[in-house]
């Protein structure tokens, strides 16, 4: 069994930054496409940035320029630092992850979730 570990959200002003976390634990082989969803009250889950195993980035327009993705094989962890945010970035924060638990079975797994409030 497979989780991810998300940490870093939290309540930050207008302007600041937030840096978050996502650690798998489990029997993991490999860590493939790895990303960021958020959720805002009311409104679909929807796509903030992703992450190939190789480094090549994708960002949703919104956050182009403010946010930045990255990762460490090494560590299976995916991060999401976050500056100049804005009160519409308030959401919760989904890692998301396809992870090879064999040579031929790759898996989709969500983290539980990470508050994000940026206050005005």
């Known amino acids: 069994q497979v989780h991810l570990v998300e940490s870093g959200g939290g309540l930050v002003q207008a302007g600041g930054s937030l840096r978050l976390s996502c650690v798998p634990s489990?029997?993991?082989?490999?860590?493939?496409?790895m990303g960021w969803y958020l959720q805002a009250p009311g409104k679909q889950r929807e796509l903030v940035a992703l992450?190939?195993?190789?480094?090549?980035?994708t960002y949703a327009d919104f956050v182009k320029g403010r946010f930045t993705i990255s990762r460490d094989n090494a560590k299976n962890a995916v991060y999401l630092e976050m500056n100049s945010l804005k009160p519409e970035d308030t959401a919760v924060y989904y890692c998301?992850?396809?992870?090879?638990?064999?040579?031929?079975?790759?898996?989709?797994?969500w983290g539980q979730g990470t508050q994000v409030t940026v206050s005005s």
């Open positions: 998301n992850a396809k992870i090879q638990t064999s040579v031929i079975t790759e898996y989709d797994y």
């Open positions: 489990g029997r993991i082989f490999r860590t493939n496409d």
């Open positions: 992450i190939t195993r190789g480094g090549s980035t």
